[in-house]
């Protein structure tokens, strides 16, 4: 059996080598080969150079279109029967794709996901402040209860995702797209073990809150403008103060309000231009 590997990648010059040398050490079943494509989603930093080190990677070019048309074209491309869908900044642990991938070749599911997702740079304060802000438990990226079901497909048959035709493009949250079309959530692969880069650097934080504020809002303009009350910076601060004596994290409070600037910012550069995150 031929497994597929699709990331879609922007500007990950900075991750991209470490997610295929762990892709590369991959220890599957006897007689499955592993396909790796990254599409390079017109990138202006290192990333192509990087990818075209690894011989065996299937790269593909596409001007800036964000995560779910470079996924679709992946998939495309794909020979395999299964699809693995991750991200450029992951990690992977020697067993993750076959542990992954396990339920749906003992027929059990069509997709599944893993919640052993965990934190690839927890030593970094920014890294640690971003699962703080987010109500996260230490060093995971998923909530302890989370449900053994979720929302974001990395495994899934392709014939699966091809029937509802991928991804829809909407900007942030577009990974969830694939759950609601197929009208069915994928199931937890127990022991798929894999790392996530969280953002390192309040640069980071500020850029990525940007293009998560660019999102549709519940409530049309009333949601806008209760999204926008919440991050204002009397709030910002009253927060930031709290859990940074709740987790003890002093550069907490500093990371707060450039994460709400971020989103404040952003949502007013998408009131003004009228576009999404797309």
């Known amino acids: 059996m031929i497994i597929s590997v699709v990331i879609a990648a922007y500007n990950e010059g900075k991750y991209i080598s470490r997610a295929l040398a762990s892709l590369g050490k ?8 592993l396909e790796i494509i990254v599409i390079d989603d017109g990138s202006n930093d290192d990333t192509s150079t990087k990818v075209k080190k690894y011989s065996s990677v299937k790269l593909l070019h596409q001007d800036h279109k964000e995560a779910a048309l470079s ?3 992946g998939v ?23 542990n992954l991938i396990q339920p749906i ?19 970094n304060w920014v890294a640690r402040c971003w699962n703080w802000d987010n109500n996260l438990p230490a060093q995971m990226r998923l909530p302890a209860d989370a449900s053994a079901l979720g929302s974001d497909f990395r495994a ?6 091809l029937r509802v035709n991928g991804f ?38 500020y850029n990525h809150a940007k293009w998560v504020s660019k999102r549709k809002y ?5 949601g806008k403008v209760v999204a926008l009350s919440r991050v204002s910076l009397p709030v910002s601060i009253v927060i930031g103060f709290y859990k940074s004596i709740l987790h003890l994290e002093p550069g907490f409070l500093v990371y707060k309000i450039v994460w709400d600037l971020g989103l404040t910012f952003g949502m007013i550069d998408m009131w003004i231009s009228g576009k999404t995150s797309k």
Do not use: C
Not at 218 to 222: E, F, M, S, T
């Open 26 to 33: 991959q220890q599957l079943d006897h007689g499955d080969n």
């Open 71 to 73: 996924r679709n074209l």
């Open 76 to 98: 495309k491309y794909a020979r395999g029967e299964i699809v693995v869908l991750v991200d450029a900044d992951m990690e992977f642990e020697l067993n993750f794709v076959r």
């Open 105 to 123: 070749k003992d027929n059990k599911t069509k997709g599944t996901f893993s919640r052993r997702e965990f934190v690839a740079n927890w030593k």
């Open 156 to 161: 899934i048959l392709k014939s699966e995702f």
């Open 168 to 205: 829809d493009d909407i900007g942030y949250n577009d990974s969830w797209t694939l759950a609601k079309k197929l009208g069915y959530q994928p199931i937890d692969a127990k022991d798929a073990i894999f790392y996530h880069h969280n953002v390192s650097s309040l640069s980071e934080a």
């Open 218 to 222: 519940k409530l049309g303009n009333w």
